[in-house]
């Protein structure tokens, strides 16, 4: 009988402890769940700030097309800018008549008081990165300027700077402008005619909506 009572003592001792094995491994889960679910929470917070900061931004950038749109009216219905928009980035893209003469870096009034208006557009809007992109025709540059300009390259280079300086000059952060020449190297049209080399004839603001340019179209 002893033998028997000191047997089952000893299974019960064993379940006993299973019992609180098990109860530890519960009580374990429950506390996994609960961390778990307070960082799935988090997470889905922190998911639904993010979205609603994306709203927000895609709104503002709208906005900001919309008030070049507006602006700028008058110049688009006279087909001197054309203006559009992508998910990430604005294009205002400005023929070269307005803003320089033939073979020259030095903006013309026109031009100032285009940029002038863009200015005015973009200081109300902040992290936005700007470049500037200039682009010509494939015709030679003339000798009077050559030894200035060697090439398109170097032209729609200094055009482009040129741009940069003037929106400074209009309280745009230097931080948040770049300028670069393209030359006769990204045509828009043919240059085998007059309105051809007239479209590849100009200079391109690139607006970002992201803290980056890369990737922007032309």
Request: cysteine-free.
């Amino acid at each position: 009988n002893n033998t028997a009572l000191g047997k089952a003592l000893s299974q019960t001792a064993k379940a006993n402890e299973k019992i609180d094995a098990l109860q530890n491994r519960m009580e374990g889960k429950e506390q996994l769940n609960k961390v778990l679910s307070s960082g799935l929470s988090e997470k889905v917070q922190w998911i639904s700030d993010i979205s609603t900061e994306k709203e927000k931004e895609l709104e503002n950038f709208k906005n900001t097309y919309e008030s070049l749109v507006k602006t700028l009216g008058d110049e688009v219905k006279r087909g001197e800018i054309k203006i559009s928009r992508a998910v990430d980035t604005l294009l205002v893209k400005i023929v070269d008549k307005i803003l320089f003469a033939s073979g020259k870096t030095t903006i013309k009034k026109s031009g100032r008081e285009v940029l002038q208006k863009i200015g005015d557009v973009l200081e109300t809007v902040k992290n936005r990165q700007i470049m500037i992109k200039g682009h010509t025709d494939n015709v030679p540059i003339g000798k009077k300027i050559k030894e200035k300009f060697p090439s398109n390259w170097e032209l729609s280079a200094a055009r482009a700077a040129s741009m940069v300086r003037m929106l400074v000059m209009e309280g745009i952060e230097p931080e948040r402008l770049a300028a670069v020449g393209y030359g006769q190297y990204q045509p828009v049209a043919r240059n085998d005619t007059e309105e051809g080399r007239r479209r590849n004839r100009r200079v391109v603001l690139l607006i970002s909506r992201d803290a980056s340019i890369r990737g922007a179209m032309r």
